[in-house]
């Protein structure tokens, strides 16, 4: 008796690989479309962080920033920022319903931080000592006037939030979250951020993820 020939289960959209991903018209529309808009987010954001450094703002009250000595953390900081930035994007690369996934995420969550700075316009808190990163500083920011007014909400905190709900794995999402929480504490411990501003990221990030999962669902769905 011959055995019946089964087809292979379908992959999960999770784990698509790059020829099932590119040969989808969709995946690849929105792939493009999303690499074009973040050239073109990068393109823009020295001029619109310039517009937000000359405008006058307010320092909001914050009492665990008044009870926290200010100290310079840029190193540590941005160590784990890049070495997560580092590692997911290594992850991500080999699933590429994943990584679009994150790409329309990222995008998404500077669409709220646009608009949040926008409405809500501040003035450092007492005591800031400048985050130096040397490639933001450089590429992005630019200019001899440090920006310090770019608040409300710590993109570092969302960046790091939107990682961990980038990955699969329990063991994976852990670390990025723990890593969350230690750049989260970091800039209050530079006083480059409100409480407030570290509290809200995750939400933002949690908002953005979820949306992005919406939009390129035609381009992953099995």
Known sequence: MLLSRRAPPALP??????????ARPAFRRRLLLGGLL????????????????????????????????????????????????????????????????????????????TLTLWLLP???????LLLHDPFVDRFLYGGPTPITKDLFFSGHTA??????????????????????????????????HYTYDVLAAPFFAGLSYWLAGRLVRPATAA
Do not use: E
């Open 159 to 192: 960046t790091l939030f939107l990682l961990a709900l980038s990955v699969r794995g329990r063991g994976k999402r852990g670390l990025l979250l723990a890593a969350t929480v230690a750049v989260g504490g970091l800039v209050l411990v530079q006083h480059t």
């Open 13 to 22: 959209t999770d784990f698509l690989r790059w020829p099932a991903a590119w």
């Open 122 to 128: 501040l003035d450092p808190p007492a005591g800031l």
């Open 38 to 113: 973040l050239l073109a987010l990068a393109a823009w954001v020295p001029s619109y962080f310039a517009y937000l450094q000359a405008r006058p703002g307010v320092v909001l009250p914050d009492p665990l920033l008044a009870g926290l000595p200010a100290h310079d953390v840029s190193v540590p900081t941005f160590a784990l920022i890049y070495l997560s930035i580092g590692a997911t994007l290594g992850y991500l690369l080999r699933r590429p319903g994943l990584l679009l996934h994150s790409l329309w995420a990222y995008l998404l969550l500077h669409a709220f931080r």
